[in-house]
């Protein structure tokens, strides 16, 4: 299998593009977090990966989205993304996740990887505006990946996606990407009505047999203005998506990410763990991106480097939600978010205005964190990457307590907020 996944990369991408990735996010990524493993020894924080969603504005209205996509446009310009990121690389940074809304609305979005050849971006769009034209100007940049959602067959993407034609416009910008050999990926915000249909062999092959080099599998967070808690998945589902990503990796030439688990199949979150934060259009520092709750932003009056060393807001979060799960804290326990937000008087990020009533609307269920049923990884390759560079860097080992974790599908279903009181005779 790792032969074959070589002969792919050697074959079907741009050398040029190859070279430049094995560089800026395999080496340079690497030093990244032994530079992290050495700040956290100092007692020093600073994450090494970051997430910047540079634009609320999107052509889609899906299901479950979290961002303010109907609310009048607001991005992080193109002056503030640079310092941004220069600050970030100025701690060892070298891989960027760029997300929205849609990235591509940003009118100034190839400015910046143009202004950071030094630096490596992933691209999470709907493929919708990647031409021919912006391809081949990724390409010569060399320093984008994009990964390219799909949601489901042509009936389950109108569906997911809010509008009529959404996985022709989709496969049109992925075949783009692909004519002028980027690397490319594809990802899925896994759910019910997709589940079948792309967590599958099937799925697999066609995407190598296109010409994709890696593939990203989320799993529905049921959480904004309109969650719709029918697509999450049950806890035997999300056992079954794990299973088939730790089988892939080991059967299939494609590179399979996923932000879940350890080498030994431990649940973990990339946030509580400070592998990761984020920044959302506002320029609000935040935990990840589902999470639209902060105290600081890259707008104050401060170097960055202060910023995240120094916020008590986001140092609260990583140890009180690694205290009580594993998981995903906003599907396990949002309790503890508005619990957080009232404790450091966060803002609300949104433009909506409501998260701490989206909060308090949660029905609390099972995310990545099973336990008694980890699934450990079968392929060596992932296996030693996961132990060197995707852990939980001492994070649960220091504060989870398992007398705190609370199993959301033994417990009682929770009371309605606003039920009447039941009277008896």
Known sequence: MYLR??????????????CKASWTLGVKGLLSVHKHKRRLKRGEFFPPFLYLSVINSCNLRCQGCWVDVAAKQHRIELEAANKTIN???????????????????HKDLLEIFAAHR????????NGHFITDEVAARLRKL??????????????????????AGVLNDTMAGLEAALRNKLMVGVCTSVCKTNIDDLVSEKWIDRLIEMGVM????????????ESNPDLALTSE???????????????????????????????????????????????DLEPCPVIQLATESIHDQRPLKDTFNNSEFLRDFRELTAQHTRGCVIMERPDLLVELA??????????????????????????????????????????????????????????????????????PPAEPKNALPVVTK
């Not at 030094?118 to 769009?125: E, L, S």
């Not at 299973?243 to 080498?263: E, G, L, M, N, S």
């Not at 699934?375 to 996961?386: G, H, M, T």
């Open 5 to 18: 996944m070589a002969k792919r990369l050697l074959l079907e991408t741009d050398k040029r593009l190859l």
């Open 87 to 105: 600050e970030a690389k100025q701690m060892g940074n070298a891989f960027f996740g760029i997300l929205g809304g849609e990235p591509f609305m």
């Open 118 to 125: 030094d630096a490596y971006f992933q691209v999470f769009t």
């Open 142 to 163: 060399g320093n984008v990946t994009p990964l390219i959602s799909v949601e489901g067959s042509e009936i389950i993407s109108d569906q997911r996606r809010g509008r």
């Open 214 to 225: 890696y593939c990203w599998f989320h799993i529905y967070r049921p959480v904004g203005p």
């Open 237 to 283: 589902q999300q056992r079954r998506v794990r299973q088939f990503v730790v089988d892939i990796r080991a059967t299939k030439p494609i590179i399979v990410i996923d932000a879940y688990h350890d080498d030994a199949g431990n649940a973990l979150c990339p946030a509580a763990t400070g592998f990761t934060h984020h920044v959302g259009p506002w320029g």
């Open 342 to 411: 009232e404790r450091h008087g966060a803002r609300d990020t949104t433009a909506r205005g409501t998260v701490i009533e989206e909060l308090n609307a949660v029905s609390p269920r099972r995310s990545q964190f099973q336990p008694g049923d980890e699934i450990p990884e079968r392929s060596l390759v992932y296996r030693w990457a996961k132990k060197y560079a995707f852990n939980d860097f001492g994070t649960y080992s220091r504060h989870f307590d398992t007398s705190n974790w609370k199993d959301p599908d033994t417990a």
